[in-house]
């Protein structure tokens, strides 16, 4: 591929210095805008502008290891930031573009940022923690007309950087895969997010996930709509598209009515989702059309089980589902083998799961116990920023513990079952939620569902009350008799929801997960709309 024997492609900016020598004008990238466009990416211009930022970054005092944040959508300057680390030796930091408050200020302070790259769209939330950011050296903002953001004199203006012709050039100056390439932090969705070191040899993780698992050919063109700031988006689109030179399009953020529109434009054959993004866009209104569009396999981790069959069919599509967490495991579920609702089974010679009870027991067939996993080859491990002993925690007697509580079927076939410590019991019975999202989902009137419980007014250990929090339609309103009257049609009488939420949007995750943990807090403390099912029977 190169002539250039010292560069090594297992890291991502060797990897674009070694194309910019063979297919320098090959179009690998294409950021959609909408009505305003589209940027699209040469290597030679991902080459090019990453450099210029490595620069930016080196002449501001930010050298080897120092870590910097990167706080926007899905834009081309994530990819150039992302890329301008690997060259000089930099450690991103990913941001949840929605963070703000106490929230985003806790991950300047816990990465210890020196400089950030901002979107203009992004500078409110910015501005709102200033006072916190005493340590940050450099603030550079990319702006974008069609925001209509006005230039704030305080902070550099990344376009500047970027439109330069001519610069002072940054050699490679990292060589070891094992240099850490990003701090990702996980959702957070029990706790303070923990930020989880990717080293530079996750990248070829990537890479041979693409030629066990994705499979994808030349002739495909990929899209995804997930945060970049997510492991799922950089995982299943962004590094295998980089290294197989592969077409992939991202929208700035996931949007449930443009998603067949826009796979329609481009020629999209595959995208990736997450369960939470299936069920809002199977609620979305059915269309006739609806079916004739060029995807043929959505790449989905945590398809429910309730709208698997009907999804494939209404859209013509083909589901693959996938396991797995930033922190390492992972497993899949080929398409057309294996049961409907299982996330599959491990890569055999690569890593082998178990599960176990509260004593670390292998459980029975059919018994629900916590996943643990652990690679074939070479140690197990995780390195959480600061944290040294919930890594060890992590990792205990070198099983990676999952906190999913999972049951595996006869054939070896994994099944998830729910996060350990947010069952939902109800006299007696083990609720699924997912049945009923469904079933509420449904409504016509409903965009998006999410079930989850509160400690039971009856006040019996490990029992529930359930919650179903929902927002409406644009320019909908939902009647919660209408629902209740769906519910007691529909559903079996233990699974009727003792509360109906109304909210104006369901909160998320970076990752599209529904955020009940902010429900639930919003609940207590009477956030929201409340019905309670008592009145309705």
């Known amino acids: ?61 930010i050298g080897e290891g120092d870590t910097f944040a990167v706080f926007m959508r899905n834009e081309p300057e994530f990819v150039y930031s992302l890329l301008a680390g690997t060259t000089m030796g930099a450690i991103m930091i990913p941001i949840d573009p929605r963070s703000r408050g106490e929230r ?9 940022a020196k400089a950030a790259i901002v979107s203009d769209e992004c500078m409110e939330q910015v501005n709102e923690i200033i006072g916190d950011l005493r340590e940050v050296k450099l603030i550079s903002v990319a702006y974008r007309p069609e925001h209509g953001i006005p230039v704030d004199s305080r902070f550099h203006v990344l376009n500047e950087t970027l439109e330069k012709d001519s610069w002072q050039r940054v050699d490679q100056k990292v060589f070891d895969v094992r240099h850490p390439m990003q701090i990702i932090y996980t ?17 070829g993780v990537y890479n041979i996930l693409n030629q066990l698992v994705w499979k994808y050919r030349q002739t495909d063109v990929l899209y995804n709509g997930l945060s970049l700031t997510h ?7 962004l590094f295998p598209a980089l290294y197989a030179g592969i077409k992939a399009v991202f929208s700035p953020r996931f949007t449930k009515s443009r998603i067949w529109d826009i796979c329609r434009k481009y020629g999209c054959t595959t995208f990736s989702l997450l369960g939470g993004m299936m069920g809002a866009i199977y609620n979305e209104p059915e269309k006739p059309d ?20 009907t999804f494939e069919k209404r859209f013509n599509v083909k589901i693959l589902e996938w396991y797995a967490a930033v922190e390492g495991g992972f497993a899949y579920k080929p398409i057309g083998k294996g049961p409907i609702g299982s996330f599959g089974k491990p890569i055999p010679g690569i890593m082998e799961f178990k599960v176990v009870d509260e004593n670390d027991n292998e459980v029975p067939v059919g018994q629900k116990g916590e996943l643990i996993s652990r690679m074939v080859r070479g140690d197990t491990k995780v390195d959480y920023l600061g944290l ?7 990792t205990l007697g070198g099983w990676l513990r999952s906190g999913d509580i999972v049951h595996r079927d006869a054939e ?8 350990k410590g947010t069952e939902l019991r109800r006299a007696g019975d083990f609720i699924q939620p997912d049945h009923v999202e469904r079933v509420i989902g449904e409504h016509p009137d409903v965009s998006e569902v999410c079930v989850y419980g509160v400690p039971a ?32 049609k529909d559903m079996e009488p233990n699974f009727i929801p003792s509360f109906l939420q109304i909210v104006p949007d369901i909160p998320k995750t970076v990752s599209e997960k529904a955020l009940d943990r902010k429900l639930r807090e919003d609940f207590l403390a009477g956030g929201g709309t409340i019905y309670k099912y008592e009145d309705y029977k």
């Not at 959702?187 to 990248?203: A, E, H, L, M, Q």
Request: hydrophobic letters at 35%; one cysteine or more; a negative charge.
């Open 457 to 488: 007014a009856s006040g019996a250990p490990g029992e529930s009350d359930l919650v179903a929090a929902m927002s409406p339609f644009e320019g909908k309103t939902i009647d919660p008799k209408a629902i209740y009257d769906k519910c007691k």
């Open 231 to 237: 492991g799922n988006a950089q995982a299943v689109t």
């Open 290 to 309: 609806d079916a004739d569009n060029p995807v043929e396999v959505v790449i989905s981790a945590g398809t429910p089980p309730a709208i698997w069959d």
């Open 1 to 61: 591929m190169s002539s250039k024997t010292h560069l090594n492609q297992a890291i991502a900016s060797h990897l674009v210095e070694m194309k910019v020598d063979s297919v320098p004008d090959k179009e690998i990238f294409i950021f959609e805008r909408g009505a305003h466009g589209e940027d699209i990416l040469t290597y030679q211009k991902l080459h090019d502008n990453s450099n210029k930022i490595a620069r930016m970054l080196l002449d501001n005092g």
């Open 388 to 394: 040294p002993e919930a890594s060890k925690e992590k």
């Open 412 to 419: 070896g076939w994994y099944y998830f079952d729910f996060r």
């Open 104 to 112: 985003l200020s806790f991950f300047f302070k816990n990465s210890g």
């Open 187 to 203: 959702s957070g969705t029990t706790g303070d997010p923990k930020g989880v070191k990717i080293r530079n040899n996750r990248t």
